[in-house]
């Protein structure tokens, strides 16, 4: 039977004690009654009812019983639920003992080891620094390959086992942490801050920063010499397994700091919203927020996996993307959305990665792609033994030593780096890109970026021409058109003020006239050709897929060029400058060999010759320093006209001065502009990106101040289609050599000497 509740019990308590009173009351009235009746006092009593009356005392004095053992039995129960309560009291003080001193077990337990752990590191860093080594309290960094040397001495002698390293890791870590928590907490609590107490230096802020720099400067020394010792160990073979610990104990110390990170951003998310709940994902929040749609997404043209994507897990997997990811290549990554096999990753580590010349020193994942961070061999001999070049003893596939120079140490490891891909099977599956590591920032603890190794699907490409979608082929059909009419009009503003031309167009309506303007038309558009061709035949021989043109027009010059996008990644910043530089090169060598041709000709045409010819104020020589230094050379009588006065000249001229111009203005280093891709090529990409906006700047403030006409609307174009950074290289690492290096600088001075006006003259 179910039990009763104690409401219950109670209730049917009351009710069986008020029916025993009751009985026993009517049975006292009855026996009154049958008493009254037999002597006879009231004649009124109805005659005597002894079986209702000892019928109704028996059901009383059995309720009566009930009642005495219902509440007998609640008395009972009482007593053994407090009894049960007392041993649960009982058994509660004791679990709470127990916890408490295994509390306190642990506790000592840890204390124990984290006084032996700070022994050893007082063991390793005490006598590492000496007078010498420090200068003004701040650690001279020129004697940082000595300090590392001590260290790692110190480590040998020690020998400590891997679990005793990671240990002490994550000993100084906790130890650094709690000292910024202490520094946070009296940041915010402003009225701690001069609080001192006697005795005890450990309170004041200056003794805290003072330690947390020394235990983040150790941790780093012994990372540095835990790395070193990874290499002597191996290089000498003393080591049966040739364990490298310094890449587990850089993985650990990136994890902590990680997690250390998070749960940071945790509590202060709970802070300041106490409506966040810390543990919904991303993906619920994008749910409640956007809905669980599917929608098309499309990143650079492109859309992504099929026409429909579910937005939820769209944007779960972007903001998921860690910061190593270089930004130039994510978008290409959430448009192939191709994920990675671990399997192919763990074989990239052991069979390309640990036999070749590059030594990894830690490694990301993500299910679309892979880094792995280090540095290469010759490189780490250099750090270890304090020298600037140690001869290497392995050779190249070709048999050659490696050349100690860096940037052709990397070009020839990365390439030694594509042939073992290619030998173990992986390269139809995985590519390849050498870079700077993505997460440094200047001011890092680092002086200068870590060598990193990108592994992203092979399935990432740039943007095919099959995918454009039919929107934007007709607007390169509509720009080709646009373009034709623009070069048109460009030429019929050099025949307008041509008074035969004019009368016969205006007056007399005899569109033969037009013919005249076809030398304008067809030279400009074959300069653009000459562009474009280069363009292609340099990208063939550096093995650069690169998509078909469209030409921008211009209303000023007839055009301002190409847009040329690359199809596929390019090998090396060599492959790229190549490519990029061929193009505007090409086409300012040939308008001005057009240039000199036309002023040639008009100086040497007869009278009824010039009357043929188009017709432009002198201005127009003037407008550029190096066309103007071609015209005080070849036609000095021209200089010095007046800027309004009209003169003839042939169209070849106006052939050569427009293509130099659009040359000119491709050159400018701004995003994906030719002079872009060369700056990138030469400086890398950081720096490419601070000149950019610096060009773009400048172009901002000309068309601001209406210092320059064409510049608005070129500024315009480049911000609109031109203005991102370049897709990513292969080897980004290795630079251009000096060849490359002086056609860049003489490519600056072509742009410079083409669009600064000439002495005295306007600007464009």
Not at 641 to 646: F, G, I, K, T, V
Request: proline content about 4%; overall charge neutral.
């Amino acid at each position: 039977m179910n039990s009763i509740s104690s409401r219950e019990r109670n209730r049917q308590f009351m009710i069986g004690k008020r029916l025993s009173i009751g009985a026993m009351l009517l049975c006292q009235v009855a026996e009154c009654f049958h008493i009254g009746n037999a002597v006879g006092r009231s004649p009124f009593l109805l005659p005597p009812m002894s079986t209702s009356s000892r019928l109704v005392t028996t059901r009383a004095k059995r309720s009566t019983e009930l009642f005495m053992q219902a509440e007998e039995s609640t008395k009972k129960e009482l007593s053994e639920v407090e009894r049960l309560r007392k041993k649960a009291k009982e058994l509660m003080n004791e679990a709470i003992a127990a916890e408490n001193a295994l509390r306190s077990s642990k506790q000592q337990a840890d204390k124990l080891k984290n006084m032996q752990l700070d022994e050893i590191y007082n063991a390793l860093t005490s006598e590492i620094l000496t007078d010498t080594d420090v200068i003004e309290g701040e650690v001279d960094l020129t004697s940082e390959s000595e300090l590392n040397r001590r260290l790692m001495n110190k480590l040998l002698e020690k020998r400590l086992s891997s679990t005793t390293m990671m240990q002490l890791i994550e000993r100084l870590h906790k130890r650094s942490s709690d000292t910024e928590k202490r520094i946070r907490s009296t940041s915010v609590d402003s009225s701690r801050e001069n609080e001192f107490n006697i005795g005890d230096m450990t309170n004041s802020r200056e003794y805290m920063e003072t330690e947390l720099q020394m235990l983040k400067w150790n941790i780093d020394r012994i990372m540095d010499a835990q790395g070193f010792l990874d290499e002597k160990l191996t290089d000498v073979s003393a080591r049966g397994d040739k364990r490298e610990l310094a890449p587990i104990l850089t993985a650990q110390l990136r994890e902590l700091r990680r997690a250390e990170e998070e749960e940071y951003q945790r509590s202060l998310a709970a802070k300041f919203n106490d409506k966040v709940e810390v543990n919904v994902g991303m993906g619920g929040f994008v749910k409640e927020t956007m809905g669980d749609q599917n929608i098309t997404i499309k990143v650079d043209g492109k859309e992504i996996s099929g026409p429909k994507v579910n937005m939820t897990r769209l944007i779960d997997d972007i903001v998921q993307v860690p910061m190593w990811v270089p930004s130039s290549i994510l978008p290409f990554l959430i448009v192939c959305r191709k994920d990675l096999d671990p399997v192919d990753l763990k074989r990239l580590r052991s069979e390309v990665l640990s036999g070749s010349q590059f030594r990894v020193e830690n490694s990301d994942f993500t299910k679309m792609a892979a880094v792995y961070r280090g540095s290469f061999i010759e490189q780490r001999r250099a750090a270890l033994y304090g020298t600037a070049s140690i001869p290497s003893t392995k050779a190249t596939s070709a048999g050659e030593t490696n050349d100690t120079n860096e940037e052709s140490q990397s070009e020839v490891v990365f390439q030694d780096i594509q042939d073992r891909l290619k030998v173990s099977g992986l390269a139809d599956r995985i590519q390849l890109f050498l870079m700077e590591d993505p997460e440094w920032r200047p001011g890092d603890r680092d002086p200068e970026p870590l060598t990193s190794i990108l592994a992203v699907s092979n399935e990432v490409v740039p943007e095919q021409g099959s995918e454009r979608g039919n929107q934007n082929i007709f607007f390169a059909a509509l720009s080709i058109l646009c373009t034709i009419f623009a070069t048109f009009a460009y030429a019929v503003s050099g025949f307008a003020l041509n008074p035969g031309f004019f009368d016969a167009v205006v007056n007399k309506n005899d569109i033969s006239k037009l013919t005249s303007l076809a030398p304008i038309v067809l030279g400009v558009l074959a300069i653009s050709v000459i562009h474009d061709a280069a363009h292609q035949l340099a990208a063939s021989k550096s093995g650069v897929k690169i998509g078909l043109p469209v030409p921008l027009p211009s209303l000023q010059i007839g055009t301002f060029g190409s847009i040329t996008p690359l199809r596929s990644f390019p090998k090396s910043r060599k492959a790229l400058f190549d490519v990029a530089l061929s193009g505007p090169l090409a086409g300012a060598m040939a308008s001005i060999a057009l240039m000199i041709s036309g002023i040639s000709m008009t100086t040497q045409a007869s009278s009824e010759a010039l009357t043929t010819f188009a017709v432009v104020p002198a201005a127009i020589m003037k407008t550029s320093l190096l066309v103007g230094s071609l015209c005080s050379v070849m036609a000095p009588k021209v200089m010095a006209l007046p800027a309004s006065q009209l003169i003839p000249v042939h169209p070849l001229f106006l052939v050569g001065f427009a293509g130099l111009i659009s040359s000119a203005l491709n050159l400018l280093p701004i995003g994906r502009l030719d002079g872009g891709r060369t700056t990138t090529a030469v400086l890398g990409r950081r720096s490419s990106y601070l000149v950019s906006l610096a060009t773009l700047s400048f172009l901002a403030i000309a068309a601001l101040t209406q210092t320059s006409a064409i510049s608005i609307f070129f500024g315009l174009l480049v911000t609109l289609f031109q203005r991102n950074a370049e897709i990513p290289m292969r080897d980004e690492l290795t630079d251009v050599d000096d060849v490359r290096v002086g056609f860049y600088i003489f490519s600056i001075f072509l742009t410079l000497i083409s669009l600064a006006p000439f002495p005295g003259g306007p600007a464009l």
